[in-house]
Structure formats: structure tokens, C-alpha cells
């Protein structure tokens, strides 16, 4: 036997010994476990999902509101104004640009995970919003298109999970 072959078997032998050592970390590295089912449920319940799942108009809102303490304040321009200066400080600080419809969408988002409903949202960003007049021409439409959009956005995403977690 050659020299050139005795390395090539060593070399050989080496990659081998790597895999099982290799294999043998991530065995005892991983194992696999079960979700923590009084976690998991309690985690779903207090979803805001589940926290607002009878509301079905604007009427009976205030009913809703008056059991949930955690909704907070009815007074969504303020909630507004709070966010967007938040956002558009973070954004400054990182030297980013956030335009003035981003910025809404986001508020949007932001507020109805709180537990808002979307006419109160569109109506924020109506009072609120910058220079809206400027930049579009039906304000209404806008507003209730930016909130909607933000519900669909956080339907979806409570649907995926949903999924990812069986139900």
C-alpha cells in the first residue's frame, strides 16, 4: 500500500469519526417536547382575539368595554398622537424615513391588537393624521381603508397561528 492511500484511508476514517461525533452532539442537544398545555391556553385566552370575539358593531362596543378594563380609554386621537410621535422619533433616531401613510398603517395595526375597534381607529387617523387634506382626497375612504387593511393584516397573522398551533 502506498503512502498516498494510507492518508486517503485516514482521511476517510477521520470524516467518519467527525460525522458520528457530530451526530452524537446534536442527539444530545436536541430533544424534542411537548407544549405546556396550561401555558398554551392560557396565552390563547388572553388574546385579544378571544377578549373582543362579541363584538359585531360599534353599538355594542360600549357593553364590551364596560366588562374589558383592560381596553383602556375610549379616546383614540390621543392613542394616536402618543404612537405616531413614538414611531416617528424611533424612526429619526435609526435615520430612517417612515412616510406619512406608513406611519398610519402601523398606528392602525398598533391599536386595533390593543383591542380598538376600526371606526374608532378611522376616526383618528381622520383628526389626526398630517397634512391628510394635502394627500388624499376622500379622507373617510382612506381612513376606513387604512383600518381595514390593518384588521386584515391581524386576521391573518391570528390565523396562521391559529394553524401553527392546531386549532
Known sequence: MTAQALIAICGILGSIAALYLAKRAHDRSFRPTEPDE???KRFVESAPVYRLKDITSAENFEDIAKKQQTLGSRDAPTVYERLRTMYVYQ???????????????RIAKRILEDGWIEADVASAIR???????DRYRDLDEYAERTANNARGELKRKDENFRRWLGG
Open 38 to 40: 396550561e401555558l398554551v
Open 91 to 105: 424612526a429619526r433616531q435609526k435615520g430612517w424615513y417612515l412616510g406619512d401613510g406608513s406611519v398610519d398603517y
Open 127 to 133: 383628526k389626526r393624521s398630517p397634512i391628510i387634506e
